[in-house]
């Protein structure tokens, strides 16, 4: 493998990934390869499958950006040159502002690529401002905030398009105070519980982020980054208890009682449709609610 800018420059110390995926084959078969490129921009891998299949590779490099392609491979044992190219990345400003259009300081800004695996996140200054450096152009992103703020309007986040150009036109998120849900976790006899995983999921159906936390030592949790336009199901799971659940929790409730019991067990034999007993079967069992004749 060599690494190169789009003028033929090497690029040394450039991440590579490989992965080699055979026309015929279940998705155990893939071979996952990587490495980091040399002083003259170059990267040996091992061998790899000697059948007809797809090669896929991701490159990137801090100040050079990120490349990615694939390339078709035929059944036979031999050496394979491929041509990387790191295309460089674009840079990001932003403000952050509240409705009204004041800058918010302190709000954690992350953008997360729509069909990809990049990443970053940034701060936002006393002003307001961030910034990000090498965005990759061109592609979707979700752009999602974090603090004691949500998206305006009750969005979990913002969906945004990167331009191909070298030049981004400056963005601007508005964020809201957010709701924050808090309450202790006791056994049945009322003893605080500790470690404690307590997740909430919006009752709208619109997922987010995970919203989670654990309990202290005195059986206390707070969730904060919370919609309000919404209730919230919480969930609380601990190895040594059957979990807890309470439904229809609102926004800003600081008085959550949930009470963790002992669990019981399910106990039956799986069997096919001739009587036989079928062995190696997995087993889910799934809470149910059950609402009139729903």
Do not use: C, N
Request: glycine share 14%; proline share 6%.
């Amino acid at each position: 493998i060599h690494a190169a800018t789009p003028d033929g420059r090497a690029v040394a110390g450039a991440a590579i990934a490989v992965a080699v995926s055979p026309d015929d084959g279940d998705a155990g078969a893939v071979v996952w390869l990587e490495g980091t490129t040399d002083a003259a921009g170059r990267l040996a891998v091992g061998a790899i499958p000697a059948v007809a299949g797809a090669v896929h590779w991701t490159a990137s490099a801090a100040g050079h950006g990120r490349g990615f392609g694939e390339h078709r491979v035929e059944a036979g044992a031999r050496a394979h040159e491929l041509a990387v190219t790191l295309h460089p990345g674009i840079a990001v400003v932003g403000l952050v502002v509240d409705p009204d259009g004041a800058p918010v300081a302190g709000v954690g800004v992350r953008f997360v690529e729509d069909r990809g695996p990049w990443r970053a996140d940034a701060q936002a200054d006393v002003d307001g401002r961030f910034d990000l450096a090498e965005v990759p152009p061109g592609i979707g992103v979700r752009v999602e905030v974090s603090g004691d703020v949500v998206v305006a309007g009750g969005q979990d986040a913002v969906t945004l398009a990167m331009p191909d150009g070298p030049d981004a036109p400056p963005i601007t998120i508005a964020v809201e105070p957010a709701a924050a849900i808090a309450g202790e976790v006791r056994d049945a006899r009322g003893r605080p519980i500790a470690d404690v995983d307590v997740a909430l999921v919006p009752g709208d159906g619109r997922h987010g982020a995970a919203r989670t936390a654990t309990s202290d030592r005195a059986g206390r949790f707070r969730v904060a980054g919370l919609r309000r336009g919404t209730a919230w199901m919480l969930e609380a799971r601990h190895p040594g208890f059957a979990p807890g659940f309470v439904d229809d929790v609102r926004a800003d409730d600081d008085a959550v009682a949930v009470t963790l019991r002992a669990g019981g067990a399910l106990a039956g034999t799986v069997r096919d449709d001739v009587g036989a007993a079928a062995p190696g079967v997995e087993i889910y069992v799934h809470r149910l609610e059950r609402q009139g004749e729903l």
